[in-house]
């Protein structure tokens, strides 16, 4: 299937707000581009060209491969006129998302509000109808688009739906599959992507979470943190409470909750936490561009050897990806940490069913897929224990 590089862009400015947005397709592969459509305040051309160049990467595990776009709006998402902003870039790129670009939530955005803009104002089926009829001829059936929506939603355990379990088994697959052994974990977010983790890794015997960082301050317990038991507390709440509520006013045996200084900047908080809990593995699950250098000599000092990303573009820039890479850190990119949901998306377009046997059969394709990466890669800990063992052999030649 061939590949278009394009880096084609469509600058959108509001004529009712402020806003100001950017449609990137930085490739089509079989004449289609993925990527997710995302506001918030400071939203940057640069940004948005730099997520959908993930996206392209993040394509390439699927199968059929397809390129990679982003949608990006500079808007406040609190404000109640974020709605009307969103319905307005997304109809001036009706014909775009209908031909070549499919979407959906991303940062500060839902799938239930980009659906139903692109059913009534767009008069489409879907926001992934040029994904959904390329997938359909691909498998020779009829286009799925329809049944998304009630098969990503469908309960999978007690705390998530399959579209989330996917993206924490993803995470979690690969910290088993790079790190080996039962990994000490520093999570930094407990949203969807951070709470599914670590429920996936703690569930499963991964690994174990021995702090949480939020944006209130951060979660620790050197015997490792009972996520079921914060997934339990935040089902009980009807509110969106900040995290620290959740922890403070009824402790838990072991957890130890650390405040946010006042003043402290995020960089400060987040080398603060990994100075604290000293995780073997580091699983960025927050805002984007969170993993200074600073915050990587922290992690090193300890016993961080692994850095698993949950959120897109989790390091402040290539050159610090880069340079820890150079000092033997293993860095499994977020394209391929969390690439959970976007195969599981791919995967239920091209089949008729979504009982449990087949959702269970494309978990085993997430994890069949990273592992082929990371082996490939020099990522896997079975690569690097050769690595070491024939270091150690040279040594003692």
Not at 104 to 113: F, K, M, N, P
Not at 207 to 228: H, Q, R, S
Not at 237 to 242: E, H, L, N
Request: charged share 25%.
């Amino acid at each position: 299937m061939s590949t278009t590089q394009l880096a084609k862009v469509f600058h959108w400015r509001d004529d009712r707000t402020e806003a100001e947005g950017w449609l990137v397709i930085h490739s089509l592969t079989g004449g289609v581009s993925g990527g997710g459509l995302f506001m918030h305040p400071r939203v940057t051309l640069s940004e948005v060209a730099d997520l959908a160049a993930t996206m392209s990467l993040k394509n390439t595990l699927q199968r059929p491969q397809f390129g990679g776009g982003k949608g990006g709006i500079r808007f406040d998402p609190a404000s109640p006129e974020a709605e009307g902003v969103l319905r307005r870039f997304m109809i001036a790129h009706r014909e775009v998302i209908a031909r070549e670009w499919s979407t959906g939530a991303d940062l500060y955005t839902s799938r239930e509000v980009i659906e139903r803009i692109a059913r009534e104002d767009l008069a489409l089926p879907t926001a992934f109808v040029a994904m959904a009829a390329t997938l359909a001829r691909h498998a020779g059936i009829p286009s799925q688009a329809p049944a998304m929506p009630q098969r990503l939603a469908q309960p999978w355990n007690d705390h998530a739906t399959v579209d989330d379990a996917a993206t924490g088994h993803s995470v979690a697959e690969a910290i088993r599959l790079s790190a080996g052994g039962t990994p000490r974990v520093g999570i930094q977010g407990f949203g969807s992507v951070g709470s599914n983790a670590a429920d996936s890794l703690t569930s499963r015997g991964i690994g174990v979470v021995t702090g949480i960082c939020e944006k209130d301050g951060y979660l620790v317990d050197p015997d490792g943190i009972d996520i079921a038991e914060l997934l339990r507390r935040r089902a009980a709440r009807q509110d969106r409470p900040a995290f620290g509520e959740l922890v403070r006013d009824k402790p838990h045996r072991g957890w130890k909750w650390v405040p946010r200084s006042a003043g402290q900047a995020d960089e400060e908080l987040l080398t603060e936490f990994v100075a604290v809990t000293g995780p073997d593995v580091l699983t960025p699950c927050a805002t984007r561009y969170a993993v200074t250098d600073g915050v990587m000599r922290e992690f090193v000092r300890g016993s961080g050897r692994v850095v698993v990303c949950g959120a897109n573009n989790a390091f402040s820039s290539p050159e610090v990806k880069a340079h820890w890479t150079e000092q033997s850190v293993t860095i499994i990119p977020e394209w391929v940490s969390n690439s959970g949901a976007a195969i599981l998306f791919a995967e239920l377009l091209k089949t008729e069913r979504s009982d449990r046997e087949t959702i269970q059969s494309i978990f085993a394709a997430i994890t069949e897929r990273i592992e082929e990466f990371l082996l490939a890669h020099g990522l896997h800990v079975d690569n690097r224990k050769r690595t070491q063992a024939h270091a150690a052999q040279q040594q003692n030649a």
